[in-house]
């Protein structure tokens, strides 16, 4: 069974930091991973799409790579603003059969910029 | 511009009352779920429809039922509300498969049940 998992659960840093988050997944055999983030109390917002065969994927000044073999993707955030505070999620597309048409999600990670 | 829309952003309901919550995708979508969210648990899928009238359990069904009598409409029913199916309820929508295909969400609802 698929298993994403997100650390850290919470990060707090100063405006103008460049961050990474993470996100670990046990099962490689997937379609693609997508992030999204979302605002207290709101729905989720699509940030970027990875398929398995790409390696990078680029949204202004967000970078999130994937690296299927070893179960790992990064979102990178450059020059972060307050206006990033937001919960992050990061969930994966199964491959495999059984594996439906379901996402896997991560339990995200917190994100506080402070001024 | 991509879209979809929740009946209601919060809802506040009794014990035992029939409950629905409804969601519009104006994207021709095929595919449309239905989860909740719970702190600590995460999002839990209860149930997708893969077409009009298709549907198929997630991981929570009990409880609830769903119906998809047009594509772009998908409705969760809670038959008898109780107290732990207060949560937030979140719907989203993707195309038919295919590698790359964004799944979107809507805004929630905050379903409270008394």
């Known amino acids: 069974k698929q298993e994403v998992t997100q650390i850290p659960a919470a990060l707090s840093v100063p405006e103008g930091e460049n961050l990474v988050l993470n996100c670990s997944f046990t099962d490689s055999a997937i379609y693609n991973l997508q992030w999204f983030r979302q605002d207290p109390g709101k729905g989720l917002t699509s940030l970027l799409l990875?398929?398995?065969?790409?390696r990078e994927q680029t949204s202004g000044r967000l970078n999130a790579s994937l690296d299927k073999s070893s179960g790992r993707s990064t979102l990178y955030i450059a020059a972060s603003q307050p206006g990033d505070s937001a919960t992050y999620l990061c969930a994966v597309k199964n491959a495999r059969t059984g594996g439906g048409n379901k996402l896997t999600f991560g339990t995200g990670t917190q994100l506080k910029v402070e001024l | 511009d991509v879209k979809v829309t929740q009946s209601s952003r919060y809802l506040v309901k009794r014990t035992g009352e029939k409950v629905f919550l409804e969601c519009v995708q104006d994207m021709d979508h095929e595919n449309m779920f239905w989860y909740r969210q719970d702190p600590g648990l995460g999002l839990r899928l209860i149930y997708f429809?893969?077409?009009?009238?298709?549907?198929e359990k997630g991981d929570i069904p009990e409880g609830y039922s769903v119906s998809r009598e047009k594509k772009e409409r998908f409705s969760l029913i809670l038959e008898s509300a109780s107290t732990n199916q207060t949560s937030m309820y979140l719907c989203?929508?993707?195309?038919?498969?295919?590698?790359?295909?964004?799944?979107?969400f809507g805004p929630g609802t905050r379903l409270t049940v008394l």
């Open positions: 989203a929508s993707r195309r038919r498969e295919g590698v790359y295909n964004e799944q979107f």
């Open positions: 990875i398929q398995s065969s790409q």
């Open positions: 429809s893969y077409d009009v009238k298709m549907k």
